[in-house]
């Protein structure tokens, strides 16, 4: 495709006329009436299905709800974050969600039913029934002891919060307008996605220091108001636990990730006993640059070498990279970019009225994968692009399986996304023409480790204390505050000047209402991706043949099930975690030979 080639193209920009074209459009009218009549259906069946036939009829329906709903939402999520100023999609959300909820309530006999049967109960034995066992095991069954009235008080409850939250951290996010310096002494006027972009890989250091300054400022003065969100989310997710006999809420999100409790303490604990050699990749950039790493350039790009000056890349460029990167993964990854590509289903031009943030979704019934992201010409914004890619990708490989085996946990979605991302790493490491370059890659690898192993961790330490702490009662922004700094302390120590005690302010992941400790996940996806590249460099015939085949399992197995199958080692002990653990050590000490030849003392 002689396009990609070219250097005077933009990024591209979504079309969403092959899907509904808009939320007020008469095809999307169409596909909300259909779901309607589905429910209906559903509703007006699923309390008398109690034999197999009947269980199939009403399974099936609910597989083409399920299907559309999703298919909906996804469409919706793209529609809002092209405009986060417009208000017609939240409308329509708010009337989508409510339509969720009713098809909750209207499943709700049939799945309590199942859910009932012993694991040997002759039902199970039934094909179709049997296929959905995973699914609807690994559904957070949190209000399966209340009645089916006070299960649907609770469903139209949580969409309301889910709306709310969504829509006003948007709107607070709007009114960002910061004051800000370039290294040229140029004043300019950031909004939020700005910030955020500049924060994650911007090279002007003056322009991270002012931006980080300035977002302070702004959290100093509107916290509270971001604090009575996640005080709002938290009391809701702890009120509904309680009242519905439980008292632990992670156990919710194990659910949702179909990931053992062992598992996620494992990680995280081999993560804390290795945590010296981890803190060395924020250690060996101090060395590097000869001076602690301040906050605000943990997540700063490697000072640029003259070659690479001359070769920055635009996003053509990036995509090229990252589809002959991705040919380690599998031979039909590049050609699946170019659809991509061709039928303009990623969005990645900078405007002022995108919502900030990057993700992928399926919309299922039509078989399109779309990724949002905002580029920004630099290895930052092309690292998040092949992540995008890779999770884009392995939902493509499920396009065609149904929609309770295509929904993949984060805890495995993650995995794709993630070693696409190391590969492009890889790739551009070893094509380097000289050590600087070289340098320049293994620091984006120490960066990414820093993020995924310590940064990580914090966010989940801090999110266990907020669920923890707001049962005394709600908290203010100088307590979250606080929170975060015990939360930096514990996993940075003092290899870095400063602290990001906003961070809960300003990372969106703690205001997802639907998936909450949006966090572990990743270094689950993380560590999972480097036992794959482990695989690929010392056996890529035998990657090869089990890359794809786990890619399928990720829809119906759980996380601890496909470690097993896999790696033929256990999540739930430290031998799988530490393997993984040590391709990431191998990195870190490529790093410090490299510093060791010479490369000391450059500016960040």
Known sequence: MDRLNSRTQNPPQWTLKDAFESSTSSKFRLELARLKTLIAAIDGSARLAKEVESIRIVLSLYEQSLASLHTLNAFLRCETSIDALKDAPLKKQAEVNSIGSKLDSAIAPVISFLRSLSDDDPIWEDEEIQEWYVYLKSLPHFNDKLNEDARSVISQFQYQINLHVRQSFHLLNKGMRLCVKNLDGFDQVQGYMKSIGVLKGEEDEELR?????????????????????????AGFRITSYNDSGNSEVLSYS?????????????????????????????????????????????????????????????????????????????????????????????????????????????????????????????????????????????????????????????????????????????FLLNKSESQEDKFYFLWQQMKYATNYL???????????????????????????????????????????????????????????????????????????????????????????????????????????????????????????????????????????????????????
């Open 254 to 426: 194990l659910q949702q990730n179909r990931i053992s409790r062992e598992a996620v303490e494992q990680m995280l604990s081999c993560c804390e006993n290795r945590i010296s050699d981890i803190r060395r990749t924020i250690s060996l950039r101090s060395k590097a640059v000869g001076s602690k790493l301040k906050v605000y350039n943990l997540y700063s790009p490697a000072p640029l070498s003259p070659s690479l000056i001359n070769k920055k890349t635009n996003f053509y460029d990036s995509i090229q990279n990252i589809k002959e990167a991705g040919k380690n993964i599998s031979d039909t990854f590049p050609d699946f970019v170019d659809l991509m590509i061709e039928k303009k289903w990623i969005e990645a031009r900078f405007s002022s009225v995108k919502a900030g943030g990057a993700f992928y979704v399926f919309l299922k019934t039509l078989k399109q994968p779309r990724i949002f992201s905002t580029y920004f010409n630099n290895l930052s914004s092309e690292y998040q692009l092949a992540l995008m890619l890779g999770h884009a990708w392995h939902a493509w490989q499920l396009k065609d399986y149904p929609e309770h085996r295509s929904l993949i946990p984060m805890s495995l979605t993650e995995v794709a996304g993630i070693l696409m991302g190391e590969q492009l790493l890889s």
């Open 454 to 604: 310590l940064n990580i961790p914090v966010r989940f330490e801090f999110e266990k204390n907020l669920l923890s702490s707001k049962k005394r009662g709600n908290l203010t922004a100088l307590d979250l505050n606080k929170s975060m700094e015990k939360s930096w302390e514990k996993w940075y120590g003092d290899e870095v000047d400063g602290c990001d005690r906003f961070l809960w302010a300003y990372k969106q992941h703690f205001y997802k209402p639907d998936q909450f400790f949006y966090n572990y996940p990743y270094a689950v996806g993380y560590l999972t991706a480097q036992g794959f590249s482990n695989i690929l460099s010392e056996t890529p015939d035998r990657f090869k043949s089990i890359y794809p085949k786990f890619l399928l399992d990720c829809g119906s197995q759980s996380f601890d099930e496909c470690i097993q199958k896999y790696f033929k080692l256990s999540p739930q002990r430290p031998d799988f975690w530490n393997w993984c653990l040590d391709n990431v050590v191998k990195k870190i000490n490529s790093f410090e030979e490299l510093l060791s030849s010479g490369h000391v003392k450059r500016q960040v």
């Open 209 to 233: 220091r002012t931006t980080f300054d300035a977002m302070n400022m702004f959290y100093n003065e509107h916290g509270s108001m971001y604090a009575q969100l996640l005080n709002l989310l």
